[in-house]
Structures are given as structure tokens and as C-alpha cells.
């Protein structure tokens, strides 16, 4: 036998596991008996260990002022660092390097386009619903004529139609 394990399997030299013979109490014997490959009892299973509980554990059990093993802080030897190496230098960036030549990034040209394709995206989503909400008004106007009664919320959006207007012609489109 090589090895016990704490369940009470032992570990053959050709590899095969065992339970070992044992006495009951009443003085009768339990026979060996063979373990089955790739079997692992509950007890010989690895629990898992929380980090915190089991330094709080190291701290419980370490040495206290007036044990002998007890070193203050500070007065344990410096564990010595590894040197640092030094980082290589690779030359200029590619930053750098469009700073001496005086040229864009082709990174902020792309950006440069999609901005201003943006900004006429958003000039013509403005000026939709500049052109809708004097659509609306028109309509309150058409209903005023009519004859039809409008709210006060209705009139204010009346007095906006010049207003709308000019913001409209404002973005040139």
C-alpha cells in the first residue's frame, strides 16, 4: 500500500484503490473491498475557500505580542524586488509622426466627414418638422375661416407661423 487518503481509500502500487479491512465494535471484520476508477468520496473533495475567511482565520492564528514566533510589523526582512526592465524604445508614433509631417490623422478626417454629414442630416431633420408644424398651422388657419372654434393652444401656434417660417428659410434648405 502507498497512499491513505483521509476516507480511508489507500492507493495499491498497480494503481488499483482499496477500502482497507477493518473491525466493527462487536469484534467482526469488514472485508476489503475495491473502489471503483475515478471514484472520489465527499470527503476527500476540495471545498471551496473564500479569500477573506481565510485570511481572517491566518490573522486569528498568528502570533501575538509576547509569543516568541510574535515579530512587530516593520521589523520582518524586506522581501527584495525583481529589477524593472526597461522599455525599449520603438521610435516615434504614429501621432508623432503626423505632427512633424503637418498632416491630418486619418482618423480625424473621418470624423471631419461624418460630422458634417451629420450636421446636414440633422439640418434636414429640422427643417421636417419646421415644414410640418406649418403644415399644422395652415390647417388651423383653413379651420379659423371656417368658422371653427380653436383652443388658446391652438391661437399661440397661430402666432408662431412667421416665426416658423424664418427658422426655416434660417437653414437654407
Known sequence: MSQQSTSGISTLTDGSRIIVPSKRLDG??????KVRPGYTPAEDVCHYQNERAATYRERLNAPKPGDKKYLPPGAAEKVKEAPKKKKRSRGKTKSEQYEIDGTA???TQLAEAESI???TQDKEKKARNLRKKIRQVQELKI???AGDT???EQLLKLDQLDELEKQLCALGL
Open 117 to 119: 454629414e451629420d450636421n
Open 150 to 152: 380653436l383652443i388658446p
Open 28 to 33: 467482526s471484520e469488514r472485508k476489503e473491498r
Open 105 to 107: 490623422r486619418p482618423e
Open 143 to 145: 379651420k379659423q375661416d
